[in-house]
Each structure stands twice: as structure tokens, then as C-alpha cells.
């Protein structure tokens, strides 16, 4: 008896011994396996959080930025044609920094547009979209304790990518003068002084993003000549993120900092495809820039991602070869699609302030945002716990209205993010169909108030 008792106890002993062993183990591997402290603070994304609501509600979605609508033919069919084409290359590998034919076309239209000579195989670098360029440029140029300055509000992507990489964000905010009627984006203006406060022996670079998401603020010559003068000033890198380049609305024009004297040699400028041709889902972006400048990003490349799709890139070469060919006409797609936009943007512009918001009219980009505190009263924003005004608000209106917009202080630091509460980003490269449906689901909300 006893010794069946002193079996069935150590074994019982050993059984414990080992669950507690299995728990030291699992606590170990799970510590092992946490996300690394360079990571942390980075988890939360817009982005997944919103696609997740929309599937959710099913609202109408004027929240991401893509259009609804067929991107051009030439593009489509080019890439159509190329996977099957007689060259079964297009469809393999192909140079690592950049596919040459696309390389050559870029450099030829940058080369026209900056007046001066662009070496493609060195000045130009292929990307997964902008956002890629984003991240070999700023995992390219950042020593731990390096301070990069961002204006808010900011494409939420810059200040994760800085913070991983040991960077250290420094924040000036875009604030709205005061005005007695409409509100244009060039309303929305940096403080001067604030600006040079910021620049010092840290300061690696400051990431400028015109025309802006999502204000659509098209920074003006004074601005740029501001900027680039601090930057000479204090020996650092201007990072210029002109994705939307083409999408500027008459009258105003794109200025290009890199063409500013002296600006070139410190100026890293982004583009994208997704945006030029109206096709974000092919996500092929590139940096242009001096070649010492782009090593960096040649390094991030090559050990990351190495050579983008080949059949995507030989299509956008075809692409930007065609509007070079039509480059300064009204059919080029460069300046068509913001023909094409411009009554979507007053159209938005004219509904949300019939429902009682005040909007930004933007002077470039395809976001528009709008004031909606006037409309405090007609939502339930108890119903909501995030802690931003703006999170409750469009949560509200994307569950109980159907209209899905995007939280702005989602661009801002948390320090800042009081700044973008009052505000909500709307989408408008729409079909106008969708643009109509969202007018008549606000209005008739409106109407039932
Ligand atoms: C300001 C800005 N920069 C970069 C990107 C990323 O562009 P891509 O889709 O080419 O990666 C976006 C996309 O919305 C953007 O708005």
C-alpha cells in the first residue's frame, strides 16, 4: 500500500514538475518570441483597424484612398499583353534596382521635368510602391538618435518607419488660418519660427509630402524656398513624397523641391505608380535622387525585397512611355485625371457642407477634409469609447449612417492628436455614382435629424 501510494505521488510530483516545467518553457519561448522592442509602439494601424469596420458595416467607403473605377486601358492592356507576350523573360527576374526599360523612361521624364540629366541606373531606384521607397529611405539614412522632422498631419507610415530604426520624430503641425468663409488647404500653413526650432546637429532630414495627404495642401515656392533653406542651413536630407504629383488642381502647380538651387544633391523624391496611373494595387513605386544619396536605399533594397515584379514594371514603362509621348497634351493622363477630378472634388466639397460640415477645399491630392464639429449634436458619440472625437465619430457614422470616412488624428503624435479631432477624411477618386449615393445618405440623415 504504501509503496503504490509513493508511486502514485511521485508520480504525481513529477507530473507537476513537468506542467511547471512546460509553463517555464512556454513563458521562455514566448518571451523569446515577443516583438522586439524596436517594433513596439508601432502595432496599431489605421488601416487594419478601418478595412476591418468596412467589412464589418459595409458602409459606403469613401475612407482608403484607390479609385473605383477602371485604371486607363493602355496600362491594363499592356500588362494583359506582356505576361503572354513572346518573351518569356517578362514574366522572370529582372534587374534588381530597377527593370532597365522602366529605369530609362523614368529617368527621361524626371531628367525633362528637373532640366537636368538623370543617370537611370544610378539616380533611380525601383520600389514596392512609394511605400518601400519610404522605407529604404529611411532605413537607409538613420543612425540611432538621428531626428527626422514631420509635418502633421502626417502619411502615418513615416513616423513608425523612423522609430523602428532608432530615429527620432520631431513634429511641426499644419494649422488652418483663420478665415470668414471656405477653407482652401492652402490655408493650412507651418509656423515659420516653430520650423527652424526644430532643425539642429541631430536633424537627419524632414520628410515634406506635397501635394499632401490628406490636407491636399500643394506647398508653395515661398514654403519649399523656406525648407530647402533650413536644410542647406543645417546639412540634412529632404525627403520629398510626390505621389501625387500629377493630381494638383488649376491653378496651382507642383513644385518639385529637388529643382530648387543646390536642392538636387540633398533631396530624395518618391513617386508611385498606384498613383500616377491609377493603380494601387500594382504597388510599384521608385526614389530619385543623387547616387550617393540612393546607395542607401540601394542596400535597404537589395537585402529586402531585391527585384520587383517584372511584368508590372514593363507596363508602366510602357505607360509613362505613351503620356511622354503626349506629355503637354489634354489627353495625357498626367494632366486628364485631374480634369477628371476636379468636379468630384467640388461635387464632395458642395454635399458635405450641405450636411453641415465645413470642408478644406484641397488644391491637390484626392482626400478632402471636412470640419464635422457643427454636427456634434446629431451623433451619439457616447456610443463610442475610443478616446479621439474624431475615431467615435466615424465609427458612429460608418455603423449608424453607412458612410465610412478616416480619422485624421491618426496622423498626428500623440501629443497633437487634439488637432485633428474636429476633422474627418473623405476620399473622392470615386464613380460618381458612389460620390451621388454618399450625398443622398448624408442628406437624407440630414433630413431625419
Ligand atoms: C502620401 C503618401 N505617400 C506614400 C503612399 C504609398 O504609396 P504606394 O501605394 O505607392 O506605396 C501613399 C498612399 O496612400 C500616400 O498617400
Not at 82 to 92: K, V
Not at 101 to 129: C, M, Q
Amino acid at each position: 500500500m504504501f509503496t503504490r501510494i509513493s508511486v502514485f505521488a511521485t508520480s504525481k510530483i513529477s507530473n507537476s514538475l513537468s506542467t511547471l516545467r512546460n509553463i517555464q518553457n512556454c513563458s521562455a519561448v514566448m518571451s523569446k518570441f515577443d516583438l522586439p522592442d524596436r517594433l513596439k509602439n508601432n502595432e496599431y494601424s489605421v488601416w487594419v483597424e478601418y478595412i476591418q469596420l468596412a467589412l464589418k458595416y459595409k458602409p459606403l467607403n469613401l475612407g482608403q484612398g484607390f479609385p473605383d473605377f477602371h485604371a486607363p486601358e493602355n496600362v491594363t492592356k499592356a500588362l494583359a499583353s506582356i505576361t503572354t507576350s513572346d518573351n518569356p523573360l517578362l514574366n522572370q527576374y529582372t534587374r534588381g534596382f530597377g527593370h532597365p526599360r522602366l529605369v530609362n523612361v523614368i529617368g527621361k521624364l524626371y531628367s525633362k521635368l528637373l532640366n537636368r540629366t538623370l543617370d537611370p541606373n544610378n539616380e533611380v531606384l525601383v520600389t514596392i510602391g512609394a511605400y518601400e521607397a519610404l522605407y529604404a529611405t529611411l532605413q537607409g539614412h538613420t543612425n540611432t538618435g538621428d531626428e527626422w522632422i514631420i509635418i502633421e498631419p502626417f502619411f502615418d507610415c513615416y513616423v513608425p518607419m523612423v522609430k523602428s530604426v532608432g530615429g527620432v520624430p520631431r513634429f511641426i503641425a499644419l494649422k488652418p488660418k483663420s478665415t470668414n468663409g471656405s477653407l482652401s488647404s492652402a490655408d493650412w500653413v507651418f509656423d515659420k519660427q516653430e520650423l527652424e526650432s526644430l532643425f539642429n546637429e541631430k536633424t537627419k532630414g524632414i520628410i515634406v509630402n506635397t501635394p499632401h495627404n490628406p490636407v491636399g495642401k500643394v506647398f508653395t515656392l515661398d514654403e519649399l524656398q523656406f525648407i530647402a533653406n533650413l536644410a542647406k542651413k543645417w546639412n540634412t536630407l529632404v525627403v520629398s513624397d510626390e505621389v501625387y504629383e500629377w493630381l494638383v488642381y488649376e491653378p496651382y502647380k507642383h513644385i518639385r523641391i529637388a529643382t530648387l538651387p543646390d536642392m538636387y544633391e540633398r533631396t530624395i523624391t518618391i513617386g508611385s505608380a498606384g498613383k500616377t496611373f491609377s493603380v494601387t494595387g500594382w504597388k510599384i513605386g521608385w526614389a530619385y535622387g543623387p547616387e550617393n544619396l540612393l546607395y542607401n536605399l540601394k542596400i535597404v533594397h537589395q537585402n529586402s525585397v531585391y527585384t520587383c515584379n517584372t511584368p508590372i514594371q514593363e507596363a508602366v514603362a510602357v505607360g509613362f512611355e505613351q503620356e511622354l509621348e503626349r506629355f503637354g497634351q489634354p489627353d495625357c493622363y498626367f494632366v486628364s485625371l485631374a480634369k477628371e477630378l476636379l468636379p468630384k472634388r467640388d461635387y464632395m466639397a458642395k454635399f458635405l457642407s450641405d450636411v453641415g460640415m465645413s470642408p478644406t477645399i484641397p488644391e491637390g491630392g484626392y482626400f478632402m477634409i471636412a470640419n464635422w464639429s457643427a454636427l456634434q449634436n446629431k451623433v451619439r458619440l457616447d456610443e463610442e469609447t475610443d478616446e479621439n472625437r474624431d475615431y467615435r465619430f466615424t465609427k458612429w457614422m460608418t455603423k449608424n449612417v453607412g458612410v465610412q470616412g478616416i480619422p485624421p488624428s491618426a496622423f498626428y503624435s500623440s501629443e497633437h492628436k487634439h488637432l485633428g479631432e474636429d476633422n474627418v477624411r473623405y476620399c473622392f477618386i470615386k464613380k460618381d455614382e458612389n460620390l451621388k449615393k454618399a450625398a443622398e445618405i448624408l442628406m437624407k440623415w440630414k433630413s431625419q435629424q
